[in-house]
């Protein structure tokens, strides 16, 4: 590990924590322009892991706008145990046999509405580093239960520009992986409407990588704000909220059983609570 990963790793964990932030900031603001007498306001607690670092897990229940919202950041580091170890290799990292250690930062965020109208959201970003490697990976992708297809289109539209910024390639190849990654097999259909997702982003230019996760990360606010003010308002039936907890429950369905950053937080120690945050607050399944 040198000097200069080093500075680079502690660059990378402080823009993430910067843009969490950010959005706890405007979501606050969000819950006091729609309602100031009964605004939501996020409760605000640290997390540790045992073998190293640790985080903020920032979630706030019982709001106007949302019904439950996590905003979690964290730095953790340490040695990989057997199972994640096996991952990795499988995964194609190098030298796990012999130098487990770990390291890595991101910000990870799941909002579940109270509006039936607005939809639910997931984005995240985040640097991994190991002795023999390093990389980036996130996205963003849309969860309505009753879909507006100016909605998923003006989200897919901010997520496209933040990708062509960079590369023609990018936003075709990562909607593509997110709508194959966010797929929930045992019910034969997505979980959404997509978005984007990547992972394993080394590209050999750390500048260029990190610059390109951080273009995700800036347009999440922007792709997700004007479709929830839009929807607001809309008047919902018992018949709208029964489709939202439906929709919840393969939400649910599919963080517990395919997510790789809810098995890969839960196999490496990390609070438990900070994981499984993004679980809807009710579900319901027929």
Same mark, same amino acid.
């Given at each position: ?20 932030? =950010? @959005? ?8 006091? =322009? ?14 540790? =892991? ?12 019982? /709001? ?16 990989? /145990? ?11 990292? #190098? /030298?796990?046999? $012999? ?7 991101? @910000? ?8 039936? +109208?607005? #939809? ?47 590369? #023609?390639? &990018? &936003? *075709? ?7 194959? &990654?966010?797929?929930?097999? +045992?019910?034969? =259909? ?22 390109? $996760? ?11 704000? *004007? ?7 809309? #008047? ?10 439906? +929709? ?5 369905? &599919? ?26 607050? @009710?579900?319901?399944? @027929?």
């Amino acid at each position: 590990m040198t000097d200069s990963m080093d500075h680079r790793k502690a660059m990378a964990a402080q823009w993430f924590r910067t843009l969490r932030d =950010r @959005i706890v900031a405007a979501f606050e603001d969000m819950e006091t =322009r729609f309602a100031p007498a009964a605004a939501g306001r996020f409760e605000v607690t640290p997390t540790t =892991r045992a073998d190293g670092g640790g985080g903020i897990m920032s979630v706030m229940r019982g /709001g106007s706008v949302f019904e439950k919202v996590g905003v979690n950041w964290s730095e953790v580091h340490g040695t990989l /145990g057997e199972k994640a170890q096996r991952a990795m290799a499988a995964r194609g990292v #190098p /030298g796990m046999d $012999t130098d487990p250690r770990f390291w890595a930062s991101g @910000i990870s965020l799941v909002a579940h509405m109270v509006n039936p +109208h607005t #939809p639910a959201v997931h984005m995240n970003t985040r640097m991994f580093w190991t002795p023999g490697a390093w990389w980036f990976g996130g996205g963003a992708d849309l969860n309505p239960c009753l879909e507006y297809p100016d909605d998923t289109a003006h989200f897919h539209g901010q997520m496209q520009r933040a990708c062509d910024a960079h590369s #023609p390639d &990018y &936003y *075709p190849r990562f909607k593509a992986w997110a709508d194959e &990654y966010f797929f929930v097999p +045992h019910r034969g =259909r997505a979980r959404g409407v997509g978005g984007i997702f990547y992972d394993d982003l080394n590209t050999g230019d750390w500048d260029a990588d990190f610059a390109f $996760t951080k273009s995700v990360g800036e347009a999440f606010l922007p792709a997700f704000l *004007p479709v929830t003010e839009r929807r607001l308002g809309t #008047p919902s039936s018992e018949a709208d909220r029964e489709a939202q907890l439906i +929709h919840r429950g393969l939400y649910a369905e &599919y963080n517990l059983v395919y997510d790789r950053g809810t098995k890969f937080g839960l196999e490496t120690g990390h609070n438990a609570d900070a994981v499984l945050m993004s679980l809807p607050p @009710i579900a319901k399944w @027929i």
